[in-house]
């Protein structure tokens, strides 16, 4: 993609952060966003087909960015390099997560990472883990998931180094 492209697509999402801040999601216009944003309405229909669109392919390439490298597996769940991953995830992107979460489309978008898990999970030398692979992706990511809304909640008090060294603190104990 040209930077010019990348360039409107970030204004594109700024442009919707911002109105998600102080309008319901189905209130919003296109039109509000390109005005917004600066850009044409044919610019935001050369990248994206509907408004939804612009929040799924926000949090891929966010996602991308944080745990693409990575295969889900079982191994990385319940690695040290997951507690960072997942902490950096939250702490880069806590606007889009956030806003997400607050328009209760987090669980909508969010299916990005349950298809890997599951897929990995699947593929899973341990017999049991593989008959049951959504409970087994609820058990890794809940606790994490649940902790990292709560510090984006309570306004990231604690340094993301703070969070690794609890959530990995807390890891011990299961």
């Known amino acids: 993609m040209n930077k010019t492209a990348e360039n409107n697509r970030k204004k594109i999402e700024k442009a919707l952060f911002r109105a ?4 319901p999601i189905e ?6 966003i390109c005005k917004d944003a600066g850009i044409s309405r044919t610019a935001f229909y050369h990248h994206y087909s509907k408004i939804d669109d612009v929040l799924l392919n926000a949090y891929e390439d966010a996602h991308e960015a944080a745990f693409g490298s990575h295969e889900w597996t079982v191994s990385y769940l319940t690695s040290d390099v997951f507690i960072s991953d997942i ?7 806590s606007e889009l997560i956030y806003a997400l979460h607050y328009w209760n489309l987090l669980g909508s978008i969010a299916a990005l990472p349950t298809k890997r898990s599951i ?8 017999e049991l883990l593989r008959k049951y692979p ?11 998931f649940t902790v990292c809304m709560a510090w984006l909640r309570d306004g990231k008090k604690e340094t993301p180094q703070e969070m690794i060294q609890l959530m990995k603190h807390m890891k011990s104990f299961h």
Do not use: A, G, L
């Open 20 to 23: 998600m801040k102080i309008t």
């Open 27 to 32: 209130e919003i216009s296109v039109s509000q």
């Open 87 to 93: 902490i950096r995830f939250f702490d880069e992107n």
């Open 119 to 126: 897929v990995f999970i699947e593929q899973s030398d341990d």
């Open 134 to 144: 959504m409970y087994t992706m609820m058990f890794f990511w809940t606790n994490y």
